[in-house]
């Protein structure tokens, strides 16, 4: 085989792994993405759609291993109350804290 195609068929091949670990990248950025756009502004929590999916995964992993799975749920009482008296701003402070 000549040199030159030799050259070439290596070139390609270097080529083509350099475009798929761009690929890569960009679906991880894209994922990343979409991650972002689910995330509460004020408390960077998720949301419940992003939840229901975790969850999904989550229990299916669990049950498939036999591994145990919890979740924590906190609720502020009557927080309500937070924003009656100190204001909906303080109230969005509280909740970042
Ligand atoms: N400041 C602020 N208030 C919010 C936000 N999201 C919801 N709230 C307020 O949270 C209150 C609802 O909270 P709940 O937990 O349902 O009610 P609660 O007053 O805490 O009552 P209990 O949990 O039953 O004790 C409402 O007054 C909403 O307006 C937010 O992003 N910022």
Redesign the pocket.
Known sequence: MPIGMVVLTVAIYFWQQEQTAINEQLRKRERLFRAHNRIDG?TQVCDAQYLRQQLDIELRFARQTGRPCALLML??????RV?RNYG?LE??RF?RH
């Open positions: 004020i609720d502020v009482d009557d927080f309500d924003n909906y109230g969005d909740c």
